[in-house]
């Protein structure tokens, strides 16, 4: 299978910035809209997982630094979760799991984020809290193996967390996401090349595409923009994809 023939390039140079633009909008690198759009072109799972983490990882970088460049980060809700959640992502990253495994867990990771775009999580808490060391250090294990062995950076679910909980506002929460992204990716596709696998060089032709929108993404989302008809496009891609997977 020719992965990224004249077809394939361009519902991708259509589709990932869009998803790129709605994802880094709110500190996300994208990587489960891209393994969503992967699913329902047919990708092979052995060209998805580095791909996306490829992805996360530029599109993540921009978000964080505009994020931060706008003063939004907060090195108090990034280390207890970075501290367990890298080795555990490289961890992930070196796991190889059962086909129908990997799908499964991907579309409830999946449907996770939909429920996180429509705003179930999503609402402000007024009352910020202090971070509770310990049940961070064990959120962020959690999180960073299932983001390694599936090929996400972890922010769809860090992002709820700390707002749920009430540990930072919705600026202070995308900014970490960023970084806990960034930083998850990196570890997951050193794991995945230390269990012997290569990177496509196809991967890598993406990238100026996710960029075109991630950049545009990071930079409004930093100062108070919401694409809500995007948001609204995103989720549909994401539960089309969910059915997929689960139904493969």
């Not at 490829?54 to 921009?62: D, E, K, P, Q």
């Not at 429920?115 to 009352?127: P, S, T």
Request: charged residues 10%; hydrophobic residues 60%.
């Amino acid at each position: 299978m020719e992965i990224l023939n004249v077809q394939n390039l361009f519902i991708l140079g259509m589709v990932l910035p869009v998803l790129a633009f709605v994802y880094s909008s709110v500190g996300h690198g994208g990587a489960s809209g891209y393994l969503a759009l992967m699913a329902l072109m047919s990708f092979p799972l052995i060209f998805m997982k580095p791909t996306a983490l490829i992805l996360n990882i530029a599109v993540s970088g921009f978000a964080f630094w505009f994020f931060k460049k706008n003063r939004h980060f907060e090195w108090r809700l990034f280390y207890p979760f970075a501290i367990t959640s890298i080795p555990a992502a490289f961890i992930g990253g070196f796991i190889s799991i059962d086909h129908l495994m990997y799908r499964q867990i991907l579309g409830i990771f999946l449907l996770i984020a939909v429920l996180r775009i429509a705003g179930v999580f999503g609402k402000k808490n007024e009352e910020i809290r202090s971070l509770k060391v310990v049940p961070a250090l064990a959120i962020g294990s959690i999180i960073g193996l299932f983001s390694g062995m599936i090929g996400i950076g972890g922010g769809i679910i860090l992002t709820p967390v700390i707002l749920l909980l009430g540990w930072g506002n919705v600026k202070q929460a995308a900014a970490v996401s960023a970084l806990f992204i960034l930083v998850n990716s990196i570890a997951g596709i050193i794991g995945f090349l230390f269990n012997g696998y290569q990177i496509p060089a196809e991967s890598f032709l993406l990238v100026p595409i996710v960029l075109t929108g991630g950049v545009l993404g990071a930079f409004y989302g930093s100062n108070k923009f919401s694409p809500v008809v995007l948001k609204y496009v995103l989720s549909a891609v994401l539960v089309l994809g969910f059915i997929k997977l689960l139904n493969f």
